[in-house]
């Protein structure tokens, strides 16, 4: 964390633990983190009890991490090279460390399986979102993968299990723009603003009331492909937030989404080699 900027009437806080206090308290107990060295600067020295206030300081802790339940499903490693690993990520599994979810996540699993304590994912999926994602092994390869995303240079499919309905034509583009306000569970559609997300939607086969369509989406907002399958009403199976919210565990892996990001193809930007990874996960998802 950081201090606030140099403030023109002095600083609000008499002490670094006054501010900590003001930062921390609902969430940890800032004398014992103190006593207990647990929170240091920049150059590791610990912060002091009664250490002056000082303005933009960097003080650096671990969070203490809740007893995580082990998430169900394997990771199943597509491809690996020198440069990158391209994995089959089970559903409820995050791709990166964030909020409740630290160990139980792709990056922290893989580096100590694959011994590759740089390995960092190029992109990402949402927490319940099964699929194809891809990894550079060390941080040397991170730019070249990086740029393919940034310049749309990477070609992506996915599959989704929702609601048939006769009305709907397919294919269709749903272009609309989608914000997600940070802290909030839920992306929204704005009437009337730029349009910033664009997907081609078709199905390719129906069974009974349900029908698997092939997304392909043109832009990566935040649960874009949820939100566009819901706005034509056929919610993906198992959404927990679109229609509506859903009230369950973080814990509770019973009802997969049934969204799988399917295939990802682009060239190589070293070497120019043309990559197509598949996932091999197929419909229904089991809990």
């Not at 819901?230 to 009230?247: E, M």
Request: no cysteine; hydrophobic share 40%; proline share 8%.
């Amino acid at each position: 964390m950081r201090t606030p900027d140099r403030h023109q009437d002095g600083p609000p806080w008499p002490t670094m633990a006054a501010w900590l206090e003001h930062r921390l308290a609902a969430h940890a107990d800032v004398g014992e983190m103190l006593a207990d060295e647990r929170l240091v600067y920049d150059d590791l020295r610990p912060v002091g009890a009664d250490d002056p206030y000082a303005p933009h300081t960097f003080v650096w802790f671990h969070r203490d991490l809740r007893d995580e339940v082990e998430v169900p499903g394997e990771i199943r490693i597509l491809h690996r090279d020198e440069r990158i690993v391209v994995v089959d990520k089970p559903a409820f599994l995050s791709t990166i460390p964030r909020g409740q979810h630290v160990v139980q996540s792709v990056v922290v699993r893989l580096r100590a399986q694959l011994d590759l304590p740089e390995l960092t994912p190029l992109h990402r999926l949402d927490r319940v979102t099964s699929g194809v994602l891809l990894m550079a092994t060390e941080r040397r390869w991170r730019g070249p993968y990086q740029t393919l995303f940034e310049h749309r240079r990477v070609s992506k499919t996915y599959r989704a299990l929702a609601a048939w309905q006769a009305a709907l034509e397919s294919p269709v583009v749903v272009r609309n723009h989608l914000r997600k306000e940070r802290g909030a569970l839920r992306a929204e559609v704005v009437p009337d603003a730029p349009v910033n997300a664009e997907t081609l939607v078709e199905m390719e086969a129906r069974d009974g009331d349900l029908a698997v369509y092939r997304l392909s989406p043109r832009t990566g907002r935040t649960h874009q492909l949820r939100l566009h399958l819901a706005g034509l009403g056929s919610p993906i199976v198992g959404d927990p937030l679109y229609p509506t919210v859903t009230d369950a565990s973080v814990d509770d892996f019973s009802r997969p989404l049934q969204l799988i990001a399917s295939e990802l193809r682009f060239t190589d930007p070293v070497d120019g080699a043309d990559r197509r990874f598949v996932s091999d996960r197929t419909f229904p998802l089991r809990p």
